[in-house]
């Protein structure tokens, strides 16, 4: 996935499984160099408490536009 956010020094990886039973579809997300937070989130404790606030991706949105594109059959 695109470096969007430098200054954040994490790196977001994605893998797509696809054609499960029934057409299912998983993606797993990988956040390198990112700590116990939210992608796009906050930074709601300090960096040394929680690790880093990756900024390249917003979890809410990759949540929405991941369901929005696979409605209940």
Known sequence: MPNKNKLD???IHSDTYENGDNDTEVV??????GGHTWPGGYQYFPKFLIGRTCRDIDAN?????????????
């Open 9 to 11: 020094l994490c790196r």
């Open 28 to 33: 797993l997300y990988e956040i390198k160099r």
């Open 61 to 73: 949105l990759e949540i929405w536009e991941f369901f929005d594109s696979h409605p209940k059959k």
